[in-house]
C-alpha cells in the first residue's frame, strides 16, 4: 500500500516562501504522475501542480503560475512544492497525490484520476 507523507507547512506573511515535500514509500514501481492539490472548507479540491514522473510534463493551476514549482526526486521518492510569493488567498490545506493512471489521454490535472492521497498540511499565509 502506497503511503504518502507531507511535510512543510505552515504560518507566513503574505510575499514569503515554503517548502513542501511529499514522501512516499510502500510502492515496487515508479507513479506516473505526483501532484500537490489543495482545500478550503466549502470548496473543492483543486489541482496546484502536477508531474508526470517519466517525461517530466509540469501542469500548474493558473492561479499559481510563476509563484510556485514543483519538482521530483527520483532517487529518494519524494516531491516538492516550493511556494514564493505568497498570498492570503493559498490559504488552505494542501494535499501530495499519486496517481497510477497510464491510459491514453489521461488528465493529471484531474483530481480524479489520483488514487492515493496524503494526509494533507496546512498552509495559512497572513496578511
Known amino acids: 500500500q502506497v503511503q504518502l507523507v507531507e511535510s512543510g507547512g505552515g504560518l507566513v506573511q503574505a510575499g514569503g516562501s515554503l517548502r513542501l515535500s511529499c514522501a512516499a514509500s510502500g510502492r515496487n514501481f515508479s507513479p506516473y504522475a505526483m501532484g500537490w492539490f489543495r482545500q478550503t472548507p466549502g470548496k473543492e479540491r483543486e489541482l496546484v501542480a502536477a508531474?508526470?514522473?517519466?517525461?517530466?510534463?509540469?501542469y500548474y493551476a493558473d492561479s499559481v503560475k510563476g509563484r510556485f514549482t514543483i519538482s521530483r526526486d527520483n532517487a529518494k521518492n519524494t516531491v516538492d512544492l516550493q511556494m514564493n510569493s505568497l498570498k492570503p488567498e493559498d490559504t488552505a490545506v494542501y494535499f501530495c497525490?499519486?496517481?497510477?493512471?497510464?491510459?491514453?489521454?489521461?488528465?493529471?490535472?484531474?483530481?480524479?484520476?489520483?488514487?492515493?492521497w496524503g494526509q494533507g498540511t496546512q498552509v495559512t499565509v497572513s496578511s
Open positions: 497525490a499519486e496517481s497510477s493512471s497510464s491510459y491514453y489521454g489521461v488528465d493529471y490535472r484531474s483530481k480524479a484520476v489520483y488514487d492515493y
Open positions: 508531474i508526470k514522473w517519466s517525461a517530466g510534463t509540469i
